[in-house]
C-alpha cells in the first residue's frame, strides 16, 4: 500500500505566491463573481451584494465583504466535500471540524470558537437564505445550487444581530425563475468519489414559480483499520450525503412569497483521530505514518438527518417602503460514536498507543425557530432606513454515552437545553453631500439560557441533575461613512460593535462539571478602499483593521483527563489587512488574488490553563501548574491567509471552447489550543487544485480535475488527551465531471 508523507508546504512556492499577490495587489483589483461574463469591451463587471440587506453594488456597501460564486464555487467543491472547501477561498476566512461533516467551525479574522461540545457559540454567523443558524450541526448543511457566498468581515452587530462580533458566512440559494431551464453536474474520481447535483426550474402558472435542486455526494470507505478489533469497522472515512430542495415562489403585484423546504441524510463514519501521530519534540509526523491506516478499537459510526421549512414573505407599501418578514424552522437529529483515544496499543510510545480502551458518543437533537420582521423605507429625500424585531428559540437535547473495551454502554448523560434570543433593530442611511453617505444603526439583544443535565454518570465526582441558567443583554450597532473620490472609487470607515451571548458548557463526563462564561463583546474599526481602474480592467478592495473582544470566551480542552471548561480572558486584540482583487488583463483571461495579515493575541497576565496532558513540549510558562497564555495567539487564527485563481479559454471557430482553471488557498501555522506547545503547532497548508476541458457547442461541458496536486498531507487540528492525537488533511483526488445547463 503506498504511503502519503506528511510534507511542509514548498517555501519556494509560499514565497512565490505571496510576490504574486504583491504584483497584482500594486495593480489592484478584487476577487469577486470572477465567473461573470465580462462586458462587450472585456472589463470587469459590476458586483452585487446583500451585505446590507438591499441589494447594492458591493463598492458602495462600506463593510469588507467577499462573494463567491459560480466556476470558483464549482471548482473547489468538485471532490464531494463539504462546506469546509470554504476556507481560505476568501481573506481571513478559514473553517475546520473535529467532527467531519456534521460539525463545521468558522473563524474570522481569527476569531472562531475551536470548542468540541454541541451547545457551544460561535462568533461568526451562518445565515442560509436569509436565516441564522445557531448550531454548527445546521451550519453543516451542504452547499449546492447556490447563487451566491459572501463572506462579511467584522462584527454584523445591527443587521444580522447577535453571535455575529466576527463576522457572517452568508449562503444564498439560486431562486426559482419563470423561465424554464436548470441544470446537472455529475463527478467521479478516485477513492470512489461522486459528486452529483441538479436543478430545474420554471412557471406554473398563476404568479407561481419552482425550483427543485438536489445534491448526492459519496466515498469508499478508503482508510484500513488494522487493530484486528471485533467491534470496529474493518474501513474507515466513507460516506453517502444526500440532500433535497424545493423552493415554491409566489408573486402577485406588490406581495412576493418564497416558500423553502429542505433535507439532508447522511451517513459515514466519524472523523478519524489519529493517537501518536505527532513526533515528540516536533511537529513532524512520527516515522510509519499512512494516512491510509489506522488502528482503533472502538465503535465507530456517524449519522446525520436534518431538515426545515423557511417562508419569506414581502409586501411594498406604495411611496412607503416594504415589510418583509421571515419564518422558519430548522431540525437535525445527529448519532455519532468515536473511539476517543484514537489508538489501540496501551504500552509503550508511538504510533497507534491509545490511553484507555473507550468509546464515546451519543445523539443530539437541535430544534430551532425564528421570526423576524424588517421594514425598509423608501428613499425620503436624503434619508431612508430599516427597522425590525426578531425572535429565537432553541431546544437541544443530547446525550452522552461512554462504552468500555467490548462495546457495551456503561453511561449515559442527559442533557436539556433551552436558548431564547430577542432582539429589536434600526438602521438609517444620510445622503450628507453629493460624495459622502453616513450610515448608523443600533440593535438590543436579550439572551436567556438554561441547561439541564442528568441521567447516568459513572465517573466519580459528578452529580446528577443539574441545572444551570446565564442571562444576558447588549446593545450593538455600528457608524460608517462612504467618501465618493472618483466615480469608479470609494473609500470608506467603519466603526462596529458585537456581541456573543453568555455561554454554558455542560460536558461532565471525564470529571468534568458545568461551566459558563459571561457575554463578550468586540469593538471593530476598519478603513478600506474599493474601486475599479486601467479602463474597468481591475477591480480593487483593500481594507485595514483593528479590534478589541472584552471578556473573550475561551475553552480550556484537554489535558490527561480531557476535560473541556469555559473561562473568560481579560480581552484579545487583533489587527490586520484584506486586499482581494480581480483582473481582465486580456480577452479569455480572468485572475484573482485575495490576502490578508491577521495578527491575534490574547491579552490578560494572570490567567493560566492546563498544560497538555500526553508529554508533549510545553513553550509557556507553568506558573502553580498552569500554563500561562497571556500573549498567545488565538486557537487556529493563522496570521496569512491567501488565495489565487486564473482561468483562461480558448474559443473555437465552431462555438466551443477550451478552458483550463487554476486555484491556490494557502493558511499559514496555527496554534491548535489556548497554550502553545511545540507538538501542537499546525503547520502551514496550501491546497492546488486544476481543471481543464472542453465545452460544446451546445453548452456541455466535459472536464477533468484534480484538488491537492501535490498531495500535501498535514495536521489541521489535535486532541489534547495523553497521546499526541491528531487529526490531517484530505489526501490528492482526481476525477472526471459532466454538466450541462438547460
Known sequence: MSKLNQRAPNKLTAALSGASLLVL????????????????????????????????????????????????????????????VLSARTPSLTVESSFGRTYPRFYIRGLGNPDFDVNAAQPVSVVYDGVAM????????????????EVLRGPQGTLFGRNTPAGVVKLDSAKPSDIFGGYYSVAA?????????????????????????????????WVDNISGSAISPKKLEGYEDKALRAQLAYENGNFNALLNVHVRDLDGTPRIFRAGVFQKGTNDFIAGFDIKKVSLDGLASQSLSSGGVGLTMSYAFEGMGTLNSITAFETAEVSSTGDIDGGSIYSGTGLYRGAFPSNTGGTSKPTEFSQELRFETEQFGKWRGQFGVYYFTQTLKFSEKGYDSAGKQNQNVLHDNLNINYG?????????????????????????????VGGQATLPGVTLP????????????????????????????????????????????????????????????????????????????????????????????????NTAKLINAE???????????????????????????????IQDPTLGVGPCGGGCTMRDPIVGGFARIDGN??????????????????????????????????????????????????????????????????????????????????????????????????????????????
Open 25 to 84: 495587489s500594486l495593480c489592484a483589483g478584487q476577487a469577486v463573481a470572477e465567473d461573470a461574463p465580462p462586458a462587450e469591451d472585456g472589463s470587469v463587471t459590476e458586483v452585487v451584494v446583500t451585505a446590507s440587506r438591499r441589494l447594492e453594488k458591493a463598492i458602495d456597501v462600506p463593510i469588507a465583504v467577499t462573494t463567491i460564486s459560480g466556476t470558483k464555487l464549482d471548482v473547489i467543491n468538485s471532490s464531494g466535500l463539504d462546506i469546509r
Open 134 to 149: 445557531e448550531s454548527p450541526m445546521l451550519k453543516a448543511f451542504p452547499i449546492f445550487d447556490l447563487a451566491s457566498v
Open 189 to 221: 474520481g478516485n477513492l470512489g468519489t461522486v459528486n452529483a447535483e441538479g436543478a430545474i426550474t420554471g412557471p406554473l402558472g398563476h404568479g407561481f414559480t419552482a425550483r427543485l435542486s438536489g445534491l448526492v455526494q459519496r466515498r469508499d470507505d
Open 424 to 452: 429589536l433593530f434600526g438602521s438609517a442611511e444620510y445622503q450628507a453631500t453629493d460624495k459622502l453617505t453616513l450610515r448608523g444603526g443600533l440593535r438590543y439583544s436579550s439572551d436567556r439560557k438554561k441547561d439541564l
Open 466 to 561: 443539574v441545572t444551570t441558567r446565564v442571562d444576558g443583554d447588549n446593545v450593538s450597532g455600528d457608524f460608517s461613512a462612504t467618501y465618493v473620490l472618483t466615480p469608479s472609487v470609494n473609500l470608506y470607515a467603519r466603526v462596529a460593535t458585537g456581541y456573543l451571548a453568555p455561554a454554558i458548557q455542560d460536558r461532565v463526563n471525564f470529571f468534568g462539571a458545568p461551566t459558563t462564561a459571561t457575554e463578550q463583546t468586540s469593538t471593530s474599526g476598519e478603513v478600506g478602499m474599493k474601486g475599479v481602474f486601467m479602463q474597468r480592467k481591475l477591480r480593487f478592495d483593500l481594507s485595514v483593521y483593528a479590534f478589541e473582544t472584552k471578556d473573550i470566551q475561551l475553552t480550556a480542552v484537554g489535558g490527561s483527563v
Open 571 to 601: 480581552k484579545a486584540i487583533g489587527r490586520g489587512i484584506e486586499i482581494d482583487l480581480e483582473a481582465r488583463p486580456i480577452a479569455n483571461l480572468v485572475l484573482t488574488a485575495g490576502a490578508s495579515y491577521n495578527y491575534t493575541e
Open 633 to 742: 495567539p488565538l486557537p487556529q487564527a493563522p496570521k496569512l491567509v491567501t488565495n489565487l485563481t486564473a482561468q483562461y479559454s480558448w474559443p473555437l471557430t465552431s462555438g466551443a471552447k477550451v478552458f483550463v482553471y487554476g486555484d491556490y488557498a494557502y493558511r499559514s501555522t496555527v496554534n491548535f489550543f489556548l497554550y502553545e506547545a511545540v507538538e501542537f503547532k499546525g503547520k502551514a497548508f496550501g491546497q492546488l487544485g486544476l481543471r481543464g476541458g472542453y465545452v460544446t457547442s451546445g453548452g456541455m461541458e466535459i472536464a477533468a480535475y484534480v484538488r491537492n496536486l501535490s498531495d500535501e498531507i498535514v495536521a489541521e487540528s489535535a486532541i489534547d488527551f495523553n497521546n499526541l492525537t491528531g487529526m490531517v488533511s484530505e489526501p490528492r483526488t482526481y476525477g472526471i465531471s459532466l454538466k450541462k445547463a438547460f
